[in-house]
């Protein structure tokens, strides 16, 4: 099947191509019926035997070029087409009728073309909000049925995916079939892929250093000798023929799928004469549809890439800077980002500066997550497995576990991240207005979506309503939505985004997405204040501690090492362990890299020591000034501290808290507090970024707001354990007995397990708890990134300044 529209879209030449195996004689009938059921048009040949060609058998010459001409071509032209996009799928019906035989197509109509260094779509320009997808199940293997694709499908639609690439080869024969109906950009891939080649003679088994010692001869000599041994099997002409083959099954199989717009030459493989020759061979024999290969980046030493039937720039784990530095002058090619924000653990910190780079730059068209699913078959336990839990080596430990979803497909927090990053509609507050734009391509919002709006004064909804809005594609219109006056009061408005209407993957009243804006954000939560009223304290001071008393509370301070030991109320316990600084966390999958850093400056062992203690004792309070240090075990000073401890009447006391850190030492994973807290503390209040985890770039999938949690509630458990559930931007955190804030928004974390606990284990499921429910209030946690494989963590979302205040204060029960 060919087809071409013309260039106003309003009209498309239609040739159908029929192949016989062998003549049958007879009448032969076509039919097209446009998407909503009507024939378009029918067309019927009475005797075949006069009508086609003879039957040619492939040419000897070069089998993989001359192909045999078809038997039969019959010719539509259609006015006016409905076409298909990925929002709005509208699909044809061809029926073929040969005697009792009867084949039925689904076909679509579109364009996609490359003007001017832009992607366009149906002459828009369009991004890829894309993934990278394998056939996987956690039971069946890489055998999947259609249910567990539609599954897949499904969760990428209720998350706003609207493109996949078929790593690392052609799934399921029928899959782009699903495609064609629900509406998805795919990416075709071949299925040629050869890490291995590229470590052929490398003399180093660390390739990481590539990326630390760029300047180093030896390492860029290893780097070229890298890159000429990946392009192995794409130059030696022995393999020129199986490469061939692939990319010809991949796009015979696939070449009347709609949904399938690029065809991708494979993975990884290097670059060199076999690829460029089957990138000839697609051009000629689809030149509707465009071609991509990542590898064609790579310049070897002795030969020049032949780049001319290949249609984007495209990268892997390329940084949001790599983007800005080949979108500032004009391209004659799309830049897109193939793999991207590698999805391993707790991750894809990155999203939402991936996409203000993508809609700031025309150039660039998108990028497909690194990856969907994590791949872990069941151990005998039940439980999942990686890479060694069966034995086997080499392996890559829990690299395979780097998708969206779980195995059996359960939405990681890096999908809800996604998926508001990926929002069809966006709205900022510009000179006093909610102004709102249609990110979508095809569709005003009137057709698809209700906007939702509530107002929430100091932590409480106190009106709403909601909106259907007329806005066409890439068009911005205002929200008619009065704003209450700025009354001193902390202020935000809460627009969500819902389905208009039932679809076959979505219901009606889902949720598309959502924004929060904060009108007024000079104005700060009302915090419970502490007040300080007179009252008598004993003091007792020894060389080793400080005891502070009165009627109700008894305070412990131990002077070697500047912190609290005890806190009473009534001759019961408050803090079950020492109340101590904390900058360690359970490292991430995308802290692998910066984890020995950490490690090597001590951070993981670290511990307080305390120089010089003063104690002043008033009538309204008792202040304690430290001169202190966080330090490890064998290595130098991490952290200077300047402390004042500040104990009010009725259970309330302050910390101070001036730190210097020196600039030669790796940013800190966190700095904060670290209570021990009773296993009855209850549920925790908290106004802040819930309720899923939230960090300082991993937040777009939370709300502002008051939630409540428990240990158990607020753990994540990633199947390699790791740091989890911490919450951004909190004002206060409340139990029963127990009240947290500080002068700035914190972060605060909850959890049964300790950090200790987290970074020895290997498995989620053999973890142990502590005795304890352990709180966390950090000044600072540094961000989540996804340098698992891709850019190192921002310099914004680290904690890596080398002087810092914080105050936090707390109010016992």
């Known amino acids: 099947m060919k087809y071409e529209l013309s260039p106003s879209l309003d009209k498309v030449t239609l040739d159908i191509e029929v192949f016989y195996n062998e003549l049958t004689g007879g009448e032969l009938i076509f039919e097209l019926c446009s998407p909503d059921g009507q024939r378009e048009c029918q067309f019927i040949l009475t005797d075949i035997n006069e009508s086609v060609s003879s039957i040619v058998s492939l040419s000897t010459k070069d089998d993989y070029f001359d192909t045999k001409e078809p038997d039969v071509v019959a010719n539509f032209q259609i006015n006016n087409p409905i076409l298909w996009n990925a929002e709005n799928p509208q699909l044809y019906t061809l029926i073929l009728r040969d005697g009792d035989e009867v084949i039925v197509q689904k076909i679509g109509f579109r364009k996609a073309e490359?003007?001017?260094?832009?992607?366009?779509?149906?002459?828009?320009?369009?991004?890829?909000?894309?993934?990278?997808?394998?056939?996987?199940?956690?039971?069946?293997?890489?055998?999947?049925?259609?249910?567990?694709?539609?599954?897949?499908?499904?969760?990428?639609?209720?998350?706003?995916?609207?493109?996949?690439?078929?790593?690392?080869?052609?799934?399921?024969?029928w899959f782009t079939e699903l495609c064609d109906r629900y509406g998805f950009y795919v990416i075709a891939e071949g299925d040629v892929e050869s890490h291995g080649a590229s470590m052929l003679a490398v003399k180093t088994p660390e390739l990481s250093i590539f990326l630390n010692h760029e300047n180093d001869l030896e390492t860029a000599r290893i780097r070229q000798e890298t890159i000429d041994n990946?392009?192995?099997?794409?130059?030696?002409?022995?393999?020129?023929?199986?490469?061939?083959?692939?990319?010809?099954?991949?796009?015979?199989?696939?070449?009347?799928?709609?949904?399938?717009?690029?065809?991708?030459?494979?993975?990884?493989?290097?670059?060199?004469?076999?690829f460029e020759s089957a990138a000839t061979w697609i051009k000629q024999h689809d030149p509707s549809r465009l071609v991509h290969y990542e590898s064609s980046i790579y310049q070897h030493s002795e030969y020049q890439n032949d780049l001319s039937n290949l249609d984007f720039y495209s990268e892997m784990y390329g940084s949001t800077e790599d983007i800005d530095c080949y979108c500032e002058t004009l391209k004659a090619k799309p830049f897109i980002l193939c793999e991207y924000s590698h999805a391993m653990g707790n991750s894809n910190g990155d999203?939402?500066?991936?996409?203000?780079?993508?809609?700031?730059?025309?150039?660039?068209?998108?990028?497909?997550?690194?990856?969907?699913?994590?791949?872990?078959?069941?151990?005998?336990?039940?439980?999942?497995?990686?890479?060694?839990?069966?034995?086997?080596?080499?392996?890559?430990?829990?690299?395979?576990?780097?998708?969206?979803?779980?195995?059996?497909?359960?939405?990681?927090?890096?999908?809800?991240?996604?998926?508001?990053?990926?929002?069809p509609v966006r709205a900022r507050f510009d000179d006093g207005k909610i102004v709102l734009h249609n990110y979508l391509d095809f569709t005003n919002l009137a057709d698809v979506l209700t906007v939702n709006y509530e107002f929430v004064q100091n932590g409480i909804t106190t009106s709403g309503g909601f909106l259907e809005v007329d806005c066409e594609?890439?068009?911005?219109?205002?929200?008619?939505?009065?704003?209450?006056?700025?009354?001193?009061?902390?202020?935000?408005?809460?627009?969500?985004?819902?389905?208009?209407?039932?679809?076959?993957?979505?219901?009606?009243?889902?949720?598309?997405?959502?924004?929060?804006?904060?009108?007024?954000?000079?104005?700060?939560?009302?915090?419970?204040?502490?007040?300080?009223?007179?009252?008598?304290?004993?003091?007792?001071?020894?060389?080793?501690?400080?005891?502070?008393?009165?009627?109700?509370?008894?305070?412990?301070?131990?002077?070697?090492?500047?912190?609290?030991?005890?806190?009473?109320?009534?001759?019961?316990?408050?803090?079950?362990?020492?109340?101590?600084?904390?900058?360690?966390?359970?490292?991430?999958?995308?802290?692998?890299?910066?984890?020995?850093?950490?490690?090597?400056?001590?951070?993981?062992?670290?511990?307080?020591?305390?120089?010089?203690?003063?104690?002043?004792?008033?009538?309204?309070?008792?202040?304690?000034?430290?001169?202190?240090?966080i330090v490890s075990i064998s290595r130098g000073r991490i952290l200077t501290l300047d402390l004042v401890y500040t104990i009010l009447a009725d259970g309330?006391?302050?910390?101070?808290?001036?730190?210097?850190?020196?600039?030669?030492?790796?940013?800190?994973?966190?700095?904060?507090?670290?209570?021990?807290?009773?296993?009855?503390?209850?549920?925790?209040?908290?106004f802040g970024y819930g309720e899923l985890e939230s960090y300082i770039d991993k937040h777009h999938l939370a709300k502002l707001g008051v939630y409540r949690t428990t240990a158990e509630q607020n753990h994540t458990d990633y199947v390699k354990p790791q740091e989890n559930g911490s919450h951004l931007g909190c004002e206060y955190v409340k139990f029963d007995r127990l009240y947290a804030t500080a002068d700035q928004p914190f972060s605060f974390n909850l959890s049964p397990y300790t950090a200790e606990e987290l970074t020895a284990k290997t498995h989620c499921y053999d973890l142990v708890k502590s005795p304890y429910t352990i709180f966390n209030v950090d000044h600072k946690m540094s961000g989540i990134g996804s340098n698992s494989c891709g850019p190192n963590l921002k310099d914004e979302y680290r904690l890596n300044e080398t002087e810092f205040e914080v105050e936090f204060q707390f109010i016992l029960g």
Request: glycine content about 6%; charged content about 20%.
């Open 652 to 686: 309330q006391f302050s910390v101070k808290i001036n730190a210097q850190r020196p600039a030669y030492l790796p940013f800190l994973p966190r700095f904060g507090l670290r209570f021990a807290l009773s296993k009855n503390i209850g549920v925790a209040e908290y």
């Open 351 to 423: 999203m939402e500066d991936y996409w203000q780079t993508f809609h700031r730059h025309p150039q660039s068209c998108g990028g497909f997550i690194w990856e969907w699913c994590d791949h872990a078959p069941y151990r005998e336990n039940g439980q999942f497995g990686y890479g060694g839990d069966f034995g086997e080596t080499p392996h890559d430990g829990n690299f395979c576990m780097d998708g969206l979803v779980s195995p059996d497909r359960i939405p990681h927090s890096n999908l809800k991240e996604v998926k508001n990053v990926n929002r």
């Open 230 to 274: 990946f392009s192995y099997f794409a130059r030696d002409p022995a393999f020129k023929k199986a490469i061939l083959d692939r990319q010809q099954a991949n796009v015979e199989r696939d070449k009347n799928r709609t949904s399938v717009i690029i065809w991708s030459l494979g993975n990884e493989s290097g670059y060199g004469e076999n």
């Open 473 to 629: 594609p890439h068009q911005s219109v205002i929200l008619p939505v009065a704003l209450p006056e700025n009354n001193g009061s902390h202020w935000l408005l809460n627009l969500s985004y819902t389905q208009n209407w039932d679809t076959e993957l979505l219901e009606m009243e889902h949720e598309l997405g959502f924004d929060q804006i904060n009108l007024y954000p000079q104005n700060s939560l009302k915090k419970q204040p502490l007040v300080a009223t007179q009252t008598t304290f004993l003091v007792n001071e020894t060389a080793l501690t400080v005891e502070i008393r009165n009627e109700d509370y008894r305070y412990l301070f131990d002077k070697q090492k500047g912190i609290f030991s005890q806190i009473e109320k009534a001759g019961e316990s408050l803090i079950e362990q020492p109340l101590d600084f904390q900058i360690w966390r359970a490292p991430t999958d995308n802290d692998r890299l910066i984890r020995a850093a950490w490690q090597n400056a001590g951070y993981d062992n670290a511990y307080t020591r305390a120089y010089e203690t003063v104690v002043n004792v008033s009538e309204q309070a008792v202040e304690i000034r430290v001169t202190s240090a």
């Open 114 to 173: 490359v003007k001017d260094g832009v992607f366009y779509f149906n002459n828009q320009p369009i991004k890829f909000k894309g993934v990278n997808r394998h056939d996987s199940d956690p039971k069946t293997g890489y055998a999947i049925s259609y249910a567990q694709a539609l599954k897949d499908l499904q969760l990428m639609k209720q998350h706003n995916i609207n493109a996949i690439r078929t790593a690392h080869y052609p799934n399921a024969p």
